[in-house]
């Protein structure tokens, strides 16, 4: 079971590393339709 569990650690690490990677490569201009339409409305 610790094999297990050290196994999934180090899964979340890299996911978490690549999160950060594409973080930092691309960027997000955020929502721009759904929450003026709402406001609109």
Known sequence: MV???S??????????????EVRTTFTHPGNKGTSVEDSFR
């Open 3 to 5: 094999q297990l569990e």
């Open 7 to 20: 196994k999934i650690a180090a899964v979340e690490a890299q996911m978490k590393a690549k999160l950060i």
